[in-house]
């Protein structure tokens, strides 16, 4: 890209951000709210996924790819876009955080 077009691209965008209201920005990002996962799909399946453990030492909240906050009964795990894993639960992919 030469020098001249990306000025011309970067003065383009400044003027577009300041048409567009930062609170509608804001309001078009996805909701972190989530449905949990179902246990029945496939992808649950393929990874033994249950919503309650059977070993309180292992699940989902003490898991490295949980990332739910601490306390919240569900969050989200990158191994279930679009879903939200129980804290209790846990799959074949569990991996200790500590």
């Known amino acids: 890209m030469t020098d001249i077009k990306r000025r011309k691209f970067v003065t383009l965008m400044g003027a577009s951000a300041t048409i567009i209201p930062v609170s509608a920005l804001v309001a078009s990002l996805p909701s972190h709210a989530a449905d949990a996962v179902d246990p029945e799909s496939a992808q649950a399946k393929a990874l ?4 309650a453990s059977e070993n309180a030492e292992q699940n989902c909240g003490n898991c ?3 990332t739910g906050a601490d306390g919240d009964a569900m969050g989200p795990c990158p191994l279930f876009p679009g879903a939200a894993v129980m804290s209790a639960g846990w799959c074949s992919a569990y991996v200790s955080a500590g």
């Open 48 to 51: 033994q996924y249950v919503a």
């Open 64 to 66: 490295a790819l949980y």
